[in-house]
């Protein structure tokens, strides 16, 4: 069993030394006024170039954009669609970060790529795969505001959702996305809509190509539906085991078919984890998993730490690979 060292989504802009400070200070200049759009988007480059070679640099085989022109998880690509204009903030499920609130207007639809300048300039930097990354239909469509009559059923508008989304899943796999990864945390506190989200997925694996497509949920117990998602179209599990004391258990009695995402280091606590814990968590779910390979991966992103603690879970995660196998683990 090969375990592949994979960030989670997001990473931190900003850090303490004086280079980490340059998009903050070049943010608050665009927003003065003092300086133009290009002159922005240059310092978002080269941020992203940094925030990937430190990934590269920490060990991970995969990695991401940080999400580095993200202000927050939904608005950036939901902000983006026909038909839907952003509204005030909102708190994003149980973390301290802030999301400006969708509303919708008519149904969303896609008119233009979203996210293919970041990716592209990713992979320009890059000497290992980077992860493309969606909001999931399901999540955007419990979080938004709905003005439009025709969209008061959850169902319908993430019907809408999926279906704008899956224009840029097929914009991402063309361009070379290895991975997916659709960001689904609403689920977990909605499990009678597991079938609807079945559905959407369903739309987006339709357009997903060569690449694989990636579940992830976070910010809740996902033990309680591991079988219903042992059936979803996807190719790759990820789950945050900080929330899920069962999920372990779980995945022993069920065992998995699916590539999995194991989020066994709390991207959300500076502390590192306990060697031994880790050790005893592979030991029970890799034996279960029948593919060749699973991923580790931080529990959510990492933009909630400092970066400097950011950096250390990653290679922290390196450190754990290298111990497990000369422990003789699998």
């Not at 929330?243 to 078919?257: A, T």
Request: with cysteine; net charge negative.
């Amino acid at each position: 069993m090969r375990l592949i060292l994979m960030n989670n989504g997001s990473y931190p802009r900003v850090g303490d030394r004086p280079q980490e400070q340059r998009l903050r200070r070049t943010r608050a200049k665009f927003d003065e006024g003092r300086i133009q759009e290009r002159q922005l988007r240059d310092a978002e480059n080269m941020t992203i170039t940094e925030v990937v070679r430190e990934q590269i640099a920490a060990g991970m085989e995969i990695v991401t954009d940080g999400m580095v022109r993200w202000h927050d998880p939904l608005s950036h690509v939901a902000g983006n669609l026909e038909n839907v204009r952003l509204g005030g903030l909102r708190r994003y499920f149980d973390s301290n970060f802030l999301y400006r609130q969708p509303e919708v207007e008519g149904a969303p639809r896609w008119v233009k790529p979203l996210l293919g300048d970041d990716l592209e300039h990713a992979h320009r930097n890059s000497t290992r795969p980077v992860k493309g990354l969606l909001p999931g239909p399901y999540t955007t469509a419990r979080c938004s505001r709905v003005n439009d009559p025709a969209f008061e059923s959850v169902g319908d508008l993430t019907m809408a959702f999926a279906e704008a989304y899956a224009n840029e899943v097929q914009v991402m796999a063309e361009a070379g996305a290895k991975i997916i990864q659709i960001d689904e945390p609403a689920i977990l506190s909605h499990p009678e809509d597991i079938g609807l989200l079945r559905e959407a997925m369903g739309i987006l694996a339709a357009k997903k190509g060569d690449a694989q497509l990636s579940l992830t949920t976070y910010f809740g117990d996902a033990a309680k539906l591991y079988g219903d998602f042992q059936d979803m179209p996807v190719d790759i599990l990820g789950f945050d085991f900080t929330y899920s004391e069962d999920l372990i258990s779980n995945i022993e009695m069920v065992g998995s078919s699916k590539v999995l995402a194991l989020g066994l280091l709390d991207g959300r606590n500076t502390k590192m984890e306990d060697q031994e814990d880790v050790f005893r968590a592979f030991d029970r779910i890799l034996t279960r998993v029948s593919v060749d390979h699973c991923y580790l991966t931080p529990s959510c992103g990492l933009e909630f730490l400092p970066r400097d603690r950011a950096r250390r879970k990653l290679e922290y995660m390196t450190t754990l690979r290298f111990r497990y196998s000369k422990s003789g683990g699998r």
